[in-house]
């Protein structure tokens, strides 16, 4: 009997991350030039990878932003 361990998400590919920003590859192309995004993973040169927590705490820190301001 083998024991199936469901896995978990926790990398996403550049479009599942694009689906939780509110913007498009544009943009994310002008933050990760300017420094202000988080670095993906690189697999290889055509395979990123973006760690969720980062990517949801990076909206948590552009959300309380928003709030200071």
Known sequence: MTLHI???KNWLTTKEMLDLMPFERTKLAKLRKAGQFVKPIELSKTCLRWDLVEVQNWLAKQKAARVKA
């Open 6 to 8: 469901p896995r978990q």
